[in-house]
C-alpha cells in the first residue's frame, strides 16, 4: 500500500529551479535497487487493463438506454439529417412552436443518430461505455503525470470515476467531462514543466467542445485561473509558474476563438447566460439539485475535496490556480449534483501532484504498456456485451417498462390527433416516438419555471388543475397509469380513458 503523505508540488522541467516556481525543496527520492521486472511490469499492465475496463463494463451492465434526454436528442439528429440545416427556431413543442432554440449540441445529436441508425440502442449504449472508457484512460493519464506512484494512480483513478458512476448515461456532458480532464491535463503539466507544446490543442479541444455541450464555459473559467496565476507572477514571484503569460494568455485567447467556430457565433455565449441566469430551473430537475449524499458515490466526491482541502492547507504555500479551482469546483460541485465531475477532476489532480508514495511501489512499466491496455480494456468491453447478452431487444424491453412503448402503438392505431398534454418525463421520448408536437419535454431552460411549475402541479392535481388552458385544450392526454391526473381525470364527464396498461394511460375528449 502507498504511504499518503503531503508534499509540496514538484518544480518544473523546464530548467527553472524549485525557488523560481516558488516551490519548496522536494523530498530526495530513493533510487531504485534493481531494475523493474517483467513480471512487475506484467503484473502493472494487467491491473491497468482492468481498471480501464471496470468502468465501461459497469456501464455495459446497467445498459442505460431508457434515458428520457437521449430521444430528444436522437430526433433532433434526425431533423439536421433531414433538412441538411440546424435548428434555431423549436420545430418540437405544441406551447412553443415557433420560439427561438438553438440546438447547441447539434454535433452530439448527428454522432448518436448514426450510432441508432446503424446499431440501434445497442449503439447508444456503446456511446456510453467508449466514453466513460476514454474519460477513466484520460484520468489516468491526468494522475499518472503528477503522480508516480503506481498505486497511488490506481487508488486515485478508481475513486475518482467511481464518484462519477451516475453520470454515465448516454448525454453530451460526457463529452465535457472527457475535454474537462484533458484540459487540467495539460494546463497541469504545462505549469508544472514550463512546457508549452500541448497548449497548441486547446483550441481544438474548445471548437469541439463549443459544438458539444454548452459547458464549455466551465473549461474556459479554469483556463481563466491558469492565465490570471501566469500574469500575477509576473510581479508577485511567490506565485510563480513554469506557465510563461504570454503563453497563458495567448491559450486563453485562442480557446476563446475556438469556441467560435460553431454555427451561432459569439451568440453561444447568450444561450450560456439564458441557461444560468434560470437558477428555478435547479430546484425543479433532479439531476440539477444540490448532491443529496444519499449514495456512497456522494460520499466518495465529498471524500475527494476534504482531501483536497487538506492537501492545500498543508502545503502551507497559497497556489492561485489550485486554490482557484478548488473553489469554483466546490462551487459548481455541490451546487448541482449533475456537475460532480468538476470537482473530481480538480480534487484528482491536486492530490496526485501533492501526495508521495512509496518509491518500491513506483510505475514501471514501459511506456507502450499503456496503449495495449488501452485495447485490452476495449475488447474486454466489447466482450462484455456478448456476455451480458445486451442486444437491441433487450433494451427495447428495457424502454419499454419505463417509456409509454404501448400506449404510443395504440394511439397510431387509433390515428388520434393532438394537440398533446403529456408528462414532463416522457416528453423527449414522445418527440422521438409519436412524431407530434409536445406539451412540454426535457429542454428544462427552453420551456422556463412557469411551464415547468404549471406542469408539475396540474399532473400533481393540485387545485386549478381544471382551467389549465393545455389540458383543457387538449386532444389526447398520455400520462403515467398512477398519476393523480389521470386518477381524477376518470371521474371527469370532459374525458375518457381509451387506454391503459401497467405504465401508461390515455385518456381523449368526450364527443
Request: charged share 15%; hydrophobic share 50%; net charge positive.
Amino acid at each position: 500500500m502507498a504511504t499518503l503523505i503531503i508534499a509540496p508540488p514538484s518544480p518544473g522541467e523546464s530548467g527553472q529551479t524549485e525557488e523560481d516556481l516558488g516551490y519548496p525543496p522536494a523530498q530526495p527520492e530513493m533510487t531504485e535497487p534493481t531494475a523493474p521486472k517483467k513480471a512487475d511490469q506484467l503484473a502493472q499492465a494487467m491491473v491497468l487493463a482492468i481498471l480501464f475496463a471496470a468502468p465501461a463494463l459497469m456501464c455495459v451492465h446497467s445498459a442505460c438506454a431508457n434515458d428520457p434526454d437521449i430521444f430528444w436528442h436522437l430526433r433532433t439528429g434526425e431533423w439536421i439529417q433531414q433538412h441538411h440545416m440546424i435548428p434555431r427556431v423549436d420545430p418540437f413543442s405544441g406551447p412553443n412552436a415557433g420560439k427561438p432554440w438553438p440546438a447547441y449540441s447539434w454535433l452530439f445529436e448527428l454522432l448518436s443518430i448514426q450510432l441508432f441508425q446503424r446499431f440501434g440502442l445497442v449503439g447508444i449504449v456503446g456511446y456510453s461505455a467508449g466514453m466513460v472508457l476514454a474519460i477513466t484512460v484520460a484520468v489516468q493519464h491526468l494522475i499518472k503525470r503528477l503522480q508516480t506512484d503506481f498505486s497511488v494512480v490506481i487508488l486515485l483513478t478508481f475513486a475518482s470515476f467511481f464518484s462519477l458512476g451516475h453520470l454515465m448515461t448516454p448525454r453530451p456532458w460526457m463529452f465535457t467531462i472527457l475535454f474537462f480532464v484533458l484540459e487540467v491535463d495539460i494546463l497541469m503539466h504545462a505549469r508544472r514543466t514550463g512546457k508549452v507544446r500541448e497548449l497548441a490543442w486547446l483550441p481544438l479541444i474548445f471548437a469541439l467542445w463549443s459544438n458539444l455541450h454548452i459547458q464549455f464555459i466551465d473549461g474556459l473559467i479554469v483556463l481563466g485561473l491558469a492565465a490570471g496565476e501566469s500574469f500575477v507572477s509576473l510581479w508577485m514571484t511567490k506565485f510563480r509558474t513554469g506557465l510563461g503569460a504570454k503563453w497563458a494568455i495567448g491559450a486563453l485567447g485562442a480557446a476563446v476563438l475556438g469556441t467560435l467556430a460553431n454555427p451561432f457565433g459569439w451568440h453561444i455565449y447568450r444561450v450560456a447566460y439564458d441557461l444560468a441566469s434560470q437558477p428555478g430551473v435547479l430546484d425543479k430537475i433532479n439531476e440539477l439539485q444540490a448532491v443529496p449524499f444519499r449514495s456512497l458515490t456522494d460520499f466518495v466526491m465529498l471524500f475527494l475535496a476534504l482531501g483536497t482541502a487538506a492537501a492545500l492547507a498543508w502545503t502551507r504555500r497559497l497556489q492561485l490556480f489550485e486554490v482557484g479551482a478548488f473553489l469554483f469546483a466546490a462551487l459548481v460541485s455541490f451546487r448541482s449534483q449533475r456537475d460532480v465531475w468538476v470537482m473530481t477532476t480538480v480534487a484528482a489532480a491536486i492530490l496526485a501532484s501533492t501526495i508521495v508514495g512509496k518509491n518500491k511501489t513506483r510505475l514501471r512499466m514501459p511506456r507502450f504498456s499503456t496503449p495495449l491496455a488501452v485495447a485490452a480494456a476495449a475488447l474486454i468491453v466489447l466482450g462484455g456485451f456478448r456476455v451480458m447478452r445486451v442486444n437491441d431487444h433487450l433494451l427495447k424491453d428495457q424502454v419499454a417498462k419505463t417509456m409509454p412503448v404501448d400506449a404510443v402503438h395504440f394511439i397510431q392505431a387509433k390515428g388520434y390527433s393532438g394537440p398533446l398534454y403529456n408528462d414532463f418525463n416522457w416528453g423527449g421520448y414522445l418527440i422521438w416516438s409519436l412524431r407530434t408536437p409536445v406539451s412540454i419535454d426535457g429542454r428544462a431552460a427552453f420551456y422556463g419555471d412557469k411551464a415547468i411549475d404549471s406542469s408539475v402541479a396540474t399532473w400533481k392535481a393540485e387545485p386549478e388543475w381544471k382551467t389549465n388552458p393545455e389540458l383543457t385544450s387538449a386532444g389526447i392526454v398520455l400520462g403515467p397509469a398512477k398519476s393523480s391526473l389521470v386518477q381524477v381525470l376518470r371521474m371527469d364527464p370532459r374525458f375518457r380513458l381509451v387506454y391503459e396498461d401497467k405504465v401508461a394511460a390515455v385518456l381523449i375528449p368526450q364527443k
